[in-house]
């Protein structure tokens, strides 16, 4: 790795253990239970979240790269070079690359809660960019985050590719993007990738695939509650749902209980009657002018809109 390789800010695993057990137990407990997207997120759950980026149905990272290479030129104008750039979550292996050879920033800061992964994507990328300075810091990215002091003569350019931010609600989207400006500070930029609204059956097939990627995905949740939170929830009995809220501009994915099912998490025991859902997550799509209302609700000013040929996926740069 070209500079520090020091990870800073070292986040604690019981802290996110504790985390997990509140938010199944405190999700299971209400009326509508609902436990938070974030959890689907352990080992298995991000080898199907790679699955899904590649299934045919499944068309938004592909439109966000074919934007990111497509556009390479305009980018560059718009961002300019020599910024340092600050990924919120662990680079991917196909967007981070795009950019970099884009706009040739002056080093690469990857934020993510999770060591192994901004490991993993560092090694990767600095086996790619021996130049380029590195500095991975391992820390929450919902809070502000400590940019190295070494760097802080460069203006930023925050990097939140891959439509993340419609996985929260826009109250918490709104809170993500002010924690990142005040990460990134004044006279920096934001290039963020989000989903756009579209047909009905188009998004409801890229959340429940023929090949059923996505319905394991869901239950994989299930699995992780049993086995890291003494479950004995019957998975079988768990049907995957993804279903297009048109008032709320969102998709969501369920659980649904095929049957009356009882079961125990943690040693406290929970019910579900046949058709009721746990709601698993949401993933809000946008169009250009939902879009720049969040964006300037969080205080960001949009300054180009970049959209792949068939309007599936956008690619925004915003200005602090
Ligand atoms: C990570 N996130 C942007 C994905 C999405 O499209 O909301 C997660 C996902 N859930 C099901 N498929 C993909």
């Given amino acids: 790795m070209a500079a520090a390789a020091m990870l800073i800010e070292p986040a604690p695993d019981k802290t996110l253990d504790a985390q997990f057990r509140r938010d199944v137990l405190t999700g299971l407990s209400q009326p509508r239970k609902a436990i938070p997207a974030r959890w689907f997120y352990d080992h298995r759950g991000s080898e199907l979240f ?7 149905e499944y068309y938004p990272t592909r439109a966000e790269v074919s934007i990111l290479s497509q556009r390479c030129d305009e ?12 990924e919120f979550g662990a680079g991917s292996a196909t967007k981070t690359p795009l950019l970099i050879d884009c706009i040739a920033p002056a080093a690469y800061v990857p934020v993510d809660i999770s060591g192994d992964f901004l490991r993993e994507s560092c090694a990767v990328l600095a086996e790619r960019y021996p130049n380029l300075p590195i500095h991975p810091v391992e820390a929450d990215f919902s809070r502000p985050a400590n940019i190295p002091s070494e760097l802080k003569q460069h203006s930023r350019l925050g990097f939140f590719p891959g439509s993340t931010i419609g996985n ?18 004044e006279d920096s930029l934001l290039l963020i990738g989000m989903d756009r609204i579209k047909a009905r059956d188009t998004l409801v097939c890229a959340y429940d695939d023929t090949a059923g990627v996505t319905a394991e995905f869901n239950r994989n949740l299930a699995v992780r509650i049993n086995r890291e939170l003494d479950g004995t929830i019957a998975i079988e009995a768990l049907r995957h ?14 659980l649904e209980a095929t049957r009356d099912i009882a079961f125990e ?4 025991r929970f019910t579900m009657q046949a058709g009721e859902t746990i709601h698993t997550e949401n993933s809000h799509k946008y ?33 602090a």
């Avoid at 929260?168 to 500070?185: E, H, K, N, Y």
Wanted: glycine share 8%; proline share 5%; hydrophobic share 45%.
């Fill in 75 to 86: 980018l560059a104008e718009a961002i300019g070079r020599g910024r340092v750039v600050v």
């Fill in 168 to 185: 929260m609600d826009p109250f918490a989207a709104v809170d993500l993007l002010r924690t990142m400006r005040a990460t990134l500070g």
């Fill in 287 to 319: 169009d250009p002018r939902s879009a720049a209302t969040l964006l300037y609700a969080g205080g960001w000013e949009p300054q180009c809109t970049w959209s792949d040929g068939d309007e599936n996926f956008m690619v925004i740069v915003a200005r």
């Fill in 241 to 254: 749902r993804a279903i297009w809220n048109e008032q709320r501009a969102r998709i969501e994915m369920h």
């Fill in 265 to 268: 998490v943690a040693g406290r």
């Fill in 50 to 56: 790679e699955e899904i980026t590649a299934l045919p």
